[in-house]
Each structure stands twice: as structure tokens, then as C-alpha cells.
């Protein structure tokens, strides 16, 4: 044989490289299966320089998909491999296919298999990766509801720190947080020595909380006046229910609502589609699904209760259910209507008309 054909390198040309990576802060886990065939796992430091260089040199020339569970690194990681050139999803845990002996083995090596797994038997399905301004924008509004639960928080630690003490309240301070309330608390005789230390600054941590809100509001109302929002807004807050502050959380958390094939896949997003459990001739629908968007699925029931009252066509829906079914699950029908309104003014740019079925 000749030197030359000594040498011809290996090529992987036309052939599918798939690696499920369980990424951690300090590591990654890394299965690799070439099409439908395990080949190796191993442990790498966080790097996707170094996971390129690894495949280029392993398996040159082949087509590469990663793939990892959507976590605490979100979408960073995919990015970071598709500027490298490196093809990348990110799964929902829920949907990555495993046995009941892997459900009870829970490990590293074992999580990222199951992902390469799914990546090649293409049972996984990615997703959707939003833009950077959208996941930005959005992680903005989600900020103001961790703002608003620790705000809450804060007032119901003074609240509890109060009645521990036995320190009676005024009629007029049973309910809300005036700013003569909180003056109130700063200037009562009845808390005294270290107690009054304790509250004091008790509530300099809870004005401080709420000096935070009122800067993020103002950030979100600039926010949802801006070009890319604008319009859209307008187009939302001509839905009975529908606020400027619901309008902004609607939209980042959708982002595109052409992504969204059908109704009933939005529908399945929010979360508002039936579980069923039907075999033979047995038909059971549940309650509504377990997997849902937390932050959408809420709001949109809330806002249910308001244009239940000023949308003629769903205060008759409202009261038609309520007649077969308790309240709770009549509204639940009722912001499931409100969905379908929000797709379409979305999807055809149009405002809304009051008392349309």
C-alpha cells in the first residue's frame, strides 16, 4: 500500500453527529451518538469553543446537533454554539423520552444520554429560542413580578412581626399601606427597645422594595410605548379586561404570535388545554394542564373577571357555563375565549369590537 493511502484521513462527511449535553455551571456532561448509534460520554469543561474543537477534530466534515435542557443557563449556551457554527436546541425536560429505571437513575451521564437520544430519534422537540431584545425586554417584566411578591412579602413580615408582639392596629390601618400607615409604624409608642430597631428597618427594606416598583413600572411603561410595542398595545387594550400592563406582559411572553400554528397550540402554551385519560371506550377530560406558562395562565384568568363584566358576548358565556359548572371553571372558559381574542387581534393587527362571538 502506498504511503499516500497511509495517510487519508478519516472523514464523516454526510454523516449526523448528535450530542446531548447536561450542562452545569462548572462542567458538561457530553453523549455523542453518531445517527441512532451511541458512541462515547464524557465530562468537559463549560466551553463551547472547546466542544467545537472536539468535533471538528473527532468527526470532521459531519453534520452536528446539540442539544440540552432548558435551565438556569437558558438560551446563552445555544447562541454561544451557533456562532461557532454548531447547530443547537434547547428541550423541555417534559419532553425528552425516558424509562421508569432512568426516572429513578438520576445522573449526569445518564441526563445527557437520554438528550442525545432524543436528538437522534429526533423524539425531542426544540423550543422556540426567542431573540436577545425579546428575552431581554421580557426578563424586564418578569423582574417587576418578583418585585411585586417581595414587596408583598416584605408587608406581610411587618404585619406578622406586629402581631407577634401583640401591637393592636388601628381600625382605619387594618387594610392597605397609606403612606400615614406606614408613619404610623415609625412613630408608635408601643414598639420599643430592640423591637423598634427590628421594625425600623423592617420597613426601610420594605420602602426601598417599593421605590424599586415604581422605577420598573416607569421603565415598563416606556417600554411598551416604544415602536416595537406601540402598536401592538393599542391593539390589545381594545380588548374589554385588557390593560396596558397586561398588554406588555402578553406580548413579551409570546413574543411572536405567528409562531403558534393553531389556536389550540397557544392554547396548550398558557396552559388552559384539558388533561385527558381516555382508553377503550372510556373518555375522562381533567382539569387543566399541569404544564402551563405561569406568568400568562394567571393573568389571563384575572383579566377574564374584568371583561366578563364589560364584554357582552362573554358575559353571556360566563353565564351560560356558570349554570352547568361552578364559577372557577366557567372563568377558567371564559379567559380560554379571551385567548382566542388575543390571537386574532394579534394575528390580523386589528382592534377588537365589542359583543362578538
Not at 1 to 6: D, I, K
Not at 16 to 22: A, E, K, S, Y
Not at 77 to 90: E, P, T
Not at 249 to 258: A, P, S, V
Request: charged share 25%; glycine share 6%; proline share 4%.
Amino acid at each position: 500500500m502506498s504511503e499516500a493511502n497511509l495517510q487519508q484521513k478519516v472523514t464523516y462527511a454526510d454523516k449526523n453527529i448528535f450530542v446531548g449535553l447536561d450542562v452545569h455551571e462548572k462542567s458538561w456532561n457530553v453523549s455523542i451518538f453518531l445517527d441512532g448509534m451511541f458512541i462515547r460520554s464524557f465530562t468537559q469543561p463549560p466551553s463551547p469553543e472547546g466542544l467545537k474543537t472536539l468535533l471538528t477534530r473527532d468527526y470532521p466534515q459531519a453534520n452536528y446537533l446539540c442539544g440540552y435542557e432548558s435551565g438556569y443557563s437558558a438560551f446563552s449556551i445555544q447562541r454561544q454554539l451557533q456562532s461557532q457554527g454548531i447547530a443547537c436546541h434547547v428541550l423541555h425536560a417534559g419532553d425528552i423520552p425516558q424509562t421508569g429505571k432512568e426516572k429513578l437513575m438520576k445522573r449526569d451521564p445518564v441526563d445527557s444520554k437520554k438528550i442525545g437520544e432524543a436528538l437522534s430519534s429526533k423524539k425531542g422537540k426544540p423550543i422556540y429560542v426567542p431573540d436577545v431584545e425579546s428575552e431581554q425586554d421580557r426578563a424586564l417584566v418578569r423582574y417587576r413580578d418578583r418585585l411585586q411578591r417581595d414587596l408583598t412579602r416584605g408587608k406581610n413580615r411587618i404585619r406578622s412581626f406586629l402581631y407577634e408582639f401583640g401591637i393592636l392596629l388601628p381600625d382605619a390601618y387594618q387594610r392597605g399601606w397609606s403612606n400615614h400607615f406606614i408613619q404610623w409604624l415609625k412613630e408608635t409608642p408601643q414598639v420599643t427597645g430592640s423591637a423598634r430597631i427590628t421594625l425600623d428597618r423592617m420597613i426601610e427594606q420594605m420602602i426601598t422594595m417599593r421605590g424599586l416598583l415604581l422605577k420598573v413600572n416607569r421603565d415598563i411603561r416606556l417600554l411598551a410605548t416604544s415602536p416595537k410595542y406601540k402598536q401592538r398595545v393599542k391593539y390589545l387594550t381594545s380588548i374589554p379586561g385588557i390593560g396596558p400592563l397586561s398588554a406588555i406582559i402578553i406580548l413579551t411572553e409570546l413574543i411572536d404570535i405567528k409562531r403558534f400554528g393553531s389556536f389550540r397550540a397557544l392554547n396548550s402554551f398558557v396552559g388552559f388545554y384539558p388533561m385527558e385519560h381516555s382508553t377503550g371506550e372510556r373518555e375522562h377530560k381533567g382539569s387543566i394542564m399541569i404544564r402551563h406558562n405561569k406568568h400568562l395562565r394567571k393573568l389571563l384568568v384575572e383579566d377574564a373577571w374584568v371583561a366578563m363584566r364589560h364584554d357582552p358576548a362573554l358575559t353571556l358565556a360566563y353565564n351560560h357555563w356558570a349554570l352547568k359548572m361552578s364559577g372557577k371553571r366557567a372563568i377558567v372558559k371564559v379567559a380560554r375565549k379571551l385567548l382566542n381574542r388575543i390571537k386574532c387581534v394579534l394575528s390580523n393587527e386589528i382592534f377588537y369590537e365589542k359583543g362578538i362571538e
